[in-house]
């Protein structure tokens, strides 16, 4: 029973341009939620997150958005580079250790 | 600073034998965990370790599956017998979180395992 999903698998933006990440969950007993980036052949890498006590939490050209009455949150890159081609997960935790992932999202950034 | 560092990266072997995978957390860092990332399942827990102790090992798929932290630098994941299901990419990951709590969790390059 996925508890997070992303619901889009696939992002194609020009480079410069913002890239918008969509992630849903179910479970309203989450209350921490981060953003991982991963590159092929390799671990993923944490990128940023939010405590649900906040609604927007912003790290340079990454920007995560959190709408706990719709269990809804989003990231945006912006500007978009060719380097942030890579799959992004949406995960999700009740501050806690366990974190439940997204399927991801594959960005392509096209120049 | 090293990271996570897992090995092999790359496992190849038959139904019915043993494969062992292997991981070196960050030094420093008293949790670690073991995950399994498949297509239809995505991302998935296997176990968690806290100083060196099982906390939660309830996403272990079955007896086949058995991991191991000997001490705070070591750990291993052994599947007996592997089975063609088995096949996934295996992450190891670790954070300095204290028993229970929440922290960046740092994931190392995981190893491709594939059983014919």
């Known amino acids: 029973d996925q508890q997070v999903k992303q619901n889009s698998p696939s992002l194609s933006v020009q480079e410069g341009r913002i890239s918008i990440l969509n992630c849903d969950y179910t479970?309203?007993?989450?209350?921490?939620f981060l953003w991982y980036k991963k590159y092929p052949a390799e671990g993923p890498t944490f990128l940023i997150s939010i405590s649900s006590i906040k609604d927007k939490n912003e790290d340079g050209r990454f920007t995560v958005f959190l709408n706990k009455s719709a269990k809804h949150l989003s990231l945006h890159i912006v500007p978009s580079q060719p380097g942030d081609s890579a799959v992004y997960f949406c995960?999700?935790?009740?501050?806690?250790?366990?974190?439940?992932f997204g399927a991801g999202t594959t960005v392509t950034v096209r120049a | 600073d090293a990271g996570v560092i897992q090995s092999p990266r790359h496992e190849v072997t038959e139904m019915g034998q043993e494969v062992t995978l292997r991981c070196k957390p960050i030094?420093?860092?008293?949790?670690l965990f073991w995950y399994r990332q498949t297509m239809m399942r995505g991302l998935e827990l296997l176990i968690y370790f806290n100083n060196n102790v099982p906390i939660d090992d309830s996403g272990m798929p079955e007896d086949r599956f058995s991991a191991k932290m000997p001490n705070a630098s070591f750990s291993t994941l052994k599947i007996q017998p592997s089975e063609p299901r088995d096949s996934a990419v295996y992450f190891c990951?670790?954070?300095?979180?204290?028993?229970?709590?929440?922290?960046?969790?740092?994931f190392g390059p995981g190893t491709r395992l594939t059983v014919l």
């Open positions: 995960a999700a935790s009740k501050n806690d250790y366990k974190l439940s």
């Open positions: 030094s420093g860092h008293n949790s």
């Open positions: 479970n309203s007993m989450f209350d921490y």
């Open positions: 990951a670790s954070s300095a979180a204290t028993s229970g709590s929440t922290d960046t969790q740092y």
